[in-house]
């Protein structure tokens, strides 16, 4: 074939080609009935565009590198049944004529492997498919080198199609119409509200009430272990930190009421610095802070009492004791929140009203409830 | 009746089955087009791919695990077969979670594949994208498909999310804690819309519902949608490709989709899929029992979210306490800037990269030859910028494990992530500026002087010379004539036929070792065919000159 028949761009001119039209009347029937297989796939293909520029044949057959590589490939689909079939005797199998997969945390044998067994013959099965077919595709099939012009885009298709909507516009009239343009825009715009409408269900007013700025406690509330066992003084240990949640119904599991009473040692009582009106909140050597962190919600929970120092373990916010939990690093730029305690008749912990202020991460208006 | 069929009427049965279909369908012509369409090879176009089947994975697993996912936050007390949390009073969506991973027979496998093709998808995503940038693939006409793309990598993030927060357990409600302080820490409508999404305070019981929704049914919708649209793109505009012999701004060299690409393009799936499946039953991944259920007051430290997330974590953690007070008590809480804004500008910068480089280069001109990173050098070195801030935040994700296991004080940790992620960007972009220029300089120089054989000479004046191969004709100087063009320079012998290939066969050949000879000698490259014909002279490649003798091994490999 010269280069002159080629169909599509020339590489040495990096210039588009000619476009190819329909074929029908170029090749009857009979013509086509004529040719061989090989030579209308590249008909085919350059009416597509594509030129085959170079095949590298295959092995030869009966040769002895066709032999090897088509036993690499029976082998890799072997395997593949192989894996395959193991997975169903592993998946049907057991608790029938194996062992039961029901994992019991005790058991270290069958119901252990049993997971790791699926996982390892479906894998198997589908990595050796893949395999057999990248040899086969690699060691036995002609390598082809193709070529396909690419076409821009064309200036008679813009052209005719800009005239037929344009045209069409100019029909319906509306560019002079204007009064039904404007109805119309009108109409749509409303429309579209209404249509989006409903999505307003989702939209609550979240300033009903302060639910951000109130928690479960409130005066008398008893402070609560998370069984609900209530807590007096000389319980804990100095310099121990227990989460107390407020002895109401489902008080244990609320988002915001979690609080952390710790009994400081008498050289931290020393050094006490509450905030500023807030050294009356605790009792005797017991302080109680919000265990919701003033950061993004997380429960601070790692006490370290050298230091007397919470750390909050998301994003490492700390929190001095005994400056009135005063973040002294990290992102959180808040005090923890401290709970007012006192004892009551019985000598139990009790809250003597809610938080003064929200608990929990900032937000817009925090400042003003 | 004679027995032979008109011209163009099939014979077999299969062509008579074929001629019914497209006189029906008339489907011959779009199919030889579709068979006949020529893909570019290298492999780095297939990092697409690989998201495209983990999203299939995902698709399959994930039906799987809605036969069994409650998304309810009622309580029930557990009663299942996890002896250790018999009688905990637990989420339905924790304890469906748990029966679909112990009740059900290969369930936990399922679930495994589902998490391990989620990270997957994500990192290829990425991958894709790098692959994209770097080569400049996302230049006109293509900055369409570049935004599709930015679109999905964000909503794939979001699929994690959603799904990351739904089985309830310990780990996915801090999560949740985390996305809901997010949300309130946006100005002005911060409270709304966290009315909005939780329907009402932390935690309610309609997140892990709706969640479940946006999870199974709307994101992958969206998602099935724009990946119709990211390869019907593809297929109008056809590939990239790298320049090469015979490679233009006009055509695409390759292979057609059939047989060699289809046959190449299945074997990756079943390769991906199967790997998934591996990493699924032999590794595992989220032990929610070990979390046990959510509890406001409860967590654990050390916890890592999903990979991709990461990088928030760390932009959280590395920001300081900066809350910005707003006359009339109005708070712009510190936690908006690290998530909500660093979030949001890297997407937005992002998504609009390809229209801010066509401003800046004022190039507008289509490109479908791709570029090589060394190429250009602001490009690589911006990518790489970028990059290293996003590693220094993703390193900041997990900078109390790293603190813990490496016994460094953890508020050190903090320091250096503060600065790196100022400093060393800049640093990144001048090495990597650098080091293009030098590739750059290297190309040319081969180019110029041929390649180093190793091969050191004594001229008769007593000067030595390294022997050098040049890639094609030179002029009298021995200056090689090439001029580079944007394709890889061959810098080694070997890369142009400098050894011989080796006979095949694993116990015994199985070729002919002569044949092999002469097969490589009738290849006309390399230096067994040039010793062939080529002269012997001064042994400068001025003066024809050429660099074999000695510059490989004498002895027959065979």
């Not at chain 1, 007013?205 to 008893?222: C, F, M």
């Not at chain 1, 710790?262 to 931290?268: H, K, S, T, V, W």
């Not at chain 2, 007070?325 to 910068?349: D, E, H, Q, R, S």
Request: with cysteine; net charge negative; proline share 7%.
């Amino acid at each position: 074939m010269s280069t002159q028949d080629r169909a599509g761009s020339d590489p040495a001119t990096d210039e588009a080609g000619p476009t190819h039209g329909g074929p029908d009347d170029d090749y009857s029937p009979e013509r086509l009935a004529g040719m061989q297989r090989e030579d209308l796939n590249r008909l085919g293909a350059r009416y597509d565009g594509v030129e085959v520029l170079h095949v590298d044949p295959p092995p030869a057959p009966g040769s002895g590198l066709e032999k090897q590589a088509e036993r690499q490939v029976a082998i890799a689909f072997g395997l593949a049944g192989l894996f395959a079939l193991a997975f169903a005797v592993v998946y049907f199998g057991s608790d029938w004529f194996l062992p039961d997969w029901q994992w019991d945390s005790e058991d270290n044998g069958w119901s252990a492997l049993y997971t790791p067994m699926l996982g390892l013959t479906m894998g198997g099965a589908l990595v050796f498919i893949g395999v057999g077919l990248v040899l086969f595709v690699k060691k036995l099939l002609p390598h082809e080198t193709a070529v396909q012009d690419k076409h821009d885009g064309s200036n008679f298709d813009r052209a005719t199609t800009a005239a037929t909507l344009m045209g069409g516009l100019d029909k319906t009239g509306f560019p002079r119409r204007k009064m039904i343009g404007r109805s119309l825009g009108f109409a749509g715009g409303a429309m579209g509200l209404m249509l989006i409408a409903p999505l307003g269900g989702l939209i609550k007013n979240p300033n009903k009430g302060n639910p951000l700025g109130t928690t479960e406690w409130a005066d008398g509330v008893r402070l609560v272990r998370d069984d609900g066992s209530p807590i007096r003084p000389g319980d804990q240990e100095p310099g121990s930190l227990e989460t107390v949640f407020p002895a109401v119904e489902g008080g244990n599991r609320a988002a915001d009421a979690a609080t952390m009473l710790i009994r400081l040692r008498p050289e931290q009582m020393a050094n006490l610095r509450p905030r500023d009106g807030q050294s009356d909140f605790g009792y005797g050597d017991y302080v109680a802070y919000s265990k919701i962190c003033t950061h993004a919600g997380c429960p601070v929970s790692l006490y370290e009492q050298e230091t007397s120092r919470i750390l909050c373990p998301c994003h490492q916010s700390q929190f001095d004791v005994l400056q009135g939990a005063k973040p002294v690093f990290g992102p959180a730029s808040r005090s923890l929140p401290e709970l007012p305690i006192t004892l009551d008749d019985e000598g139990y912990f009790v809250a003597r009203s809610d938080y003064i202020e929200a608990v929990g991460p900032t937000y817009w208006n925090r400042e003003r409830i | 009746m004679a027995t032979a069929v008109a011209p163009g009427q099939p014979a077999t049965k299969i062509g008579k089955a074929a001629t019914e279909i497209d006189e029906r369908l008339i489907v011959a012509g779009p199919l030889r087009r579709t068979l006949n369409k020529v893909f570019p090879d290298h492999w780095s176009f297939l990092l697409g791919e690989i998201a495209l089947y983990s999203f299939v994975i995902l698709l399959l697993s994930g039906t799987y695990l809605t036969f069994f996912f409650d998304a309810s936050m009622a309580e029930v007390p557990y009663q299942g077969s996890y002896a250790p949390l018999r009688g905990v009073e637990m989420s339905q969506a924790y304890e469906s979670t748990l029966a679909l991973s112990f009740d059900v027979r290969g369930g936990l496998f399922i679930r495994q594949i589902h998490h391990w093709a989620a990270l997957l998808f994500v990192a290829s995503i990425v991958v894709h994208l790098l692959r994209i940038f770097f080569t400049g693939a996302f230049r006109k006409p293509r900055e369409t498909n570049w935004g599709i793309g930015v679109v999905l990598l964000v909503l794939a993030l979001l699929m994690g999310v959603t799904g990351y927060s739904m089985p309830d357990d310990l780990l996915s409600g801090t999560g949740l804690r985390i996305i809901s302080a997010i949300l309130l820490s946006i100005p002005v409508i911060g409270t709304w819309a966290h009315w909005a999404v939780f329907d009402g305070d932390y935690v309610g019981d309609a997140i892990i519902g709706r969640f479940y929704i946006v999870h199974v049914l709307i994101i992958p919708a969206i998602i099935l949608a724009l990946i119709a649209v990211h390869l019907l793109l593809l297929i109008k505009q056809k590939h990239t490709q790298f320049p090469g012999p015979g490679r233009t701004e006009h055509n695409v060299v390759g292979n057609r989709l059939f047989p060699a690409f289809a046959g190449k393009a299945t074997a990756l799936f079943f390769i991906v899929f199967g790997l998934c499946a591996a990493l699924g039953g032999l590794v595992q991944i989220n032990p929610i029992w070990l979390w046990g259920p959510y509890n406001p007051a409860q967590v654990s430290a050390g916890s890592q979210p999903d990979w991709y997330i990461g990088f928030l974590d760390g932009s959280t953690r590395l920001m300081p306490a900066w809350d910005i007070n707003l006359p009339g008590n109005y708070t712009i809480p510190a936690l908006f800037w690290p998530t909500v804004v660093v979030a949001g500008a890297m997407f937005t910068v992002l998504a609009l990269y390809p229209q801010l480089e066509r401003k800046l280069t004022g190039d507008t001109a289509s490109h479908h030859l791709l570029q090589r990173p060394r190429d250009v050098p602001v490009r690589t070195s911006v990518g790489v910028m970028a990059l290293t801030f996003y590693g220094v935040l993703w390193m900041s994700g997990g900078n109390d494990v790293i603190a813990d296991k490496f016994d460094i004080s953890l508020n050190a940790m903090t320091w250096v992530g503060r600065i790196g992620m100022v400093v060393l960007p800049p640093v990144a972009y001048m090495i990597s500026y650098r080091i293009c220029l030098g590739l750059q300089r290297h190309d040319r120089e081969v180019l110029e002087h041929g390649i180093e054989t190793g091969v050191i000479r004594r001229l008769p004046s007593g000067e030595f010379i390294e022997v050098h191969q040049p890639l094609g004709p030179v002029d009298e100087h021995g200056h090689g004539q090439l001029t580079y063009a944007g394709a890889p320079v061959p810098k080694k012998m070997n890369q142009v036929g400098g050894a011989r290939r080796a006979v095949k066969g694993f116990f015994s050949p199985i070729e002919q070792p002569s044949q092999v000879e002469l097969a490589s000698q009738q290849e006309r490259r390399g230096l067994a065919a040039a010793e062939a014909d080529e002269p012997v002279g001064s042994g400068r490649p001025s003066e024809g000159g050429r660099p074999s003798e000695g510059g490989r091994p004498q002895d027959p490999r065979d």
